[in-house]
């Protein structure tokens, strides 16, 4: 059985870094072809892709937010992190990670964590 | 960048009628799309990738078609647990650079 699971702050003041961490079961980032990917939805607004990580290490970035953003994984802990500096209100959304299979499929998500941004 | 769009935003269906929901890419995807489905407090559900293949579990009503820019998602016979909003996604070139529609909500007419 797949699963992840995002965890951090629910609240992070403007300017600050926000670190993320997504936990996951049932499947190992170093088998081939297998990622983590991380994607945001604003409160009532549409899915925005942020990074994503893969089993050599190849990493991909929005282009939009890619002087913000750093992910990183810890294999032997099951573990993907992602920061994203330099916050601001219009970065409150619910936080997905999803497993990324066969090199593009966001095949299994998380349940989704709400940050607010707000001072 | 590639940049998705859909239409309509919203769509008005009866229950047991068909619903054809478009989404647009502004350059070739060739087939390097998906469709997800998400409900209310629910993170999306990949329904299908390929523009056309469906992922494991998804029930026959959904079909996919298209390639290139234009795409479609049809729902043959609208269920109750079917009204939610519907997302595209293109992951064109490798490796990839995902890029989501704006969304199509399916609503109860």
């Known amino acids: 059985q797949i699963t992840l699971k995002e965890s951090g702050p629910t609240l992070v003041k403007p300017t600050q870094t926000l670190t993320l961490t997504c936990t996951f079961s049932?499947?190992?980032?170093?088998?081939?072809?297998?990622?983590v990917g991380w994607i945001r939805q604003p409160p009532g607004k549409a899915l925005e892709w942020l990074a994503l990580i893969y089993w050599n290490d190849d990493k991909r970035y929005s282009p939009s937010l890619k002087s913000r953003l750093t992910i990183t994984k810890d294999t032997s802990k099951n573990q993907v992190v992602l920061t994203m500096t330099n916050m601001d209100p219009v970065d409150t959304a619910t936080y997905y990670c999803a497993m990324v299979n066969y090199g593009y499929l966001l095949d299994y998500w998380g349940q989704g964590t709400l940050v607010t941004v707000s001072s | 960048e590639i940049v998705m769009t859909q239409s309509p935003a919203t769509l008005s269906v009866s229950p047991g009628e068909r619903a054809t929901l478009s989404c647009r890419a502004s350059?070739?995807?060739?087939?390097?799309l998906a469709w997800y489905q998400q409900k209310p407090g629910q993170a999306p559900r990949l329904l299908i990738y390929g523009a056309s293949t469906r992922a494991t579990g998804i029930p026959a009503r959904f079909s996919g078609s298209g390639s290139g820019t234009e795409f479609t998602l049809t729902i043959s016979s609208l269920q109750s647990e079917d009204f939610a909003v519907y997302y595209c996604q293109q992951y064109n070139n490798w490796p990839p650079i995902f890029t989501f529609g704006p969304g199509t909500k399916v609503d109860i007419k």
């Open positions: 049932g499947f190992s980032l170093s088998t081939s072809g297998v990622g």
């Open positions: 350059q070739s995807v060739s087939s390097n």
